[in-house]
């Protein structure tokens, strides 16, 4: 035998029962501390459309932002943004007409022909994540990002929210860490 670690071995007690084994410490105790990545700040596009209607804006810019060097084809980030933008078309559109007539009988009504644009901006929100679902999986999981909508404060002031898109790196798993 060579003079390293012990081996297990086994003993057969006196009773002739079964034999005893030894059990060796595991190395998982004394591993090195592991060490995990801070997280990017995401980048953010904001809408510059002509018509907000509850913090949702008509349209979103489709410059090339220079932090998704690298991430991501210029081509692709456009495609996303211009199908973004087409549901933004049908959405935004139909809602401000709906808000118009809601605030000419808005009196009349005790406020209560407010309610079709509010389901209408909800029905927005939900095609909006919708789309940005079928982006993710289709190409932007695979390429470590993630698209998502979200509520921030405008930059004047913040008393106003509006919603932005957010593209997120997604964290690399550890290698080291057990599953």
């Given at each position: 035998m060579s003079h390293?670690?012990?081996a297990p071995s086994a003993s057969v007690s006196s009773d002739g029962e079964e034999p005893e084994i030894d059990v060796m410490p595991s190395s998982d105790e004394e591993s090195e501390p592991i060490y995990i990545p801070k997280e990017k700040e995401p980048v953010v596009i904001r809408g510059v459309g002509n018509i907000t209607v509850f913090g949702?804006?008509?349209?979103?810019?489709t410059e090339y932002p220079p932090e998704l060097?690298?991430?991501i084809a210029p081509e692709e980030l456009s495609a996303t943004l211009s199908r973004v933008n087409s549901v933004?078309?049908?959405h935004v559109q139909t809602s401000s007409r709906w808000l118009l007539c809601g605030l000419a009988f808005c009196c009349c009504s005790i406020g209560c022909s407010m309610w079709p644009v509010l389901c209408l901006n909800r029905r927005t929100v939900l095609?909006?994540?919708k789309c940005l679902d079928h982006e993710n999986v289709s190409l932007y999981h695979k390429l470590g990002l993630h698209w998502s909508l979200a509520r921030r404060p405008t930059e004047p002031s913040d008393r106003l929210t509006e919603y932005v898109l957010e593209l997120k790196t997604l964290?690399?798993?550890a290698l080291?860490?057990?599953d």
């Amino acid at each position: 035998m060579s003079h390293g670690s012990p081996a297990p071995s086994a003993s057969v007690s006196s009773d002739g029962e079964e034999p005893e084994i030894d059990v060796m410490p595991s190395s998982d105790e004394e591993s090195e501390p592991i060490y995990i990545p801070k997280e990017k700040e995401p980048v953010v596009i904001r809408g510059v459309g002509n018509i907000t209607v509850f913090g949702m804006n008509s349209r979103f810019n489709t410059e090339y932002p220079p932090e998704l060097t690298g991430y991501i084809a210029p081509e692709e980030l456009s495609a996303t943004l211009s199908r973004v933008n087409s549901v933004l078309k049908r959405h935004v559109q139909t809602s401000s007409r709906w808000l118009l007539c809601g605030l000419a009988f808005c009196c009349c009504s005790i406020g209560c022909s407010m309610w079709p644009v509010l389901c209408l901006n909800r029905r927005t929100v939900l095609a909006l994540e919708k789309c940005l679902d079928h982006e993710n999986v289709s190409l932007y999981h695979k390429l470590g990002l993630h698209w998502s909508l979200a509520r921030r404060p405008t930059e004047p002031s913040d008393r106003l929210t509006e919603y932005v898109l957010e593209l997120k790196t997604l964290p690399k798993p550890a290698l080291n860490l057990p599953d």
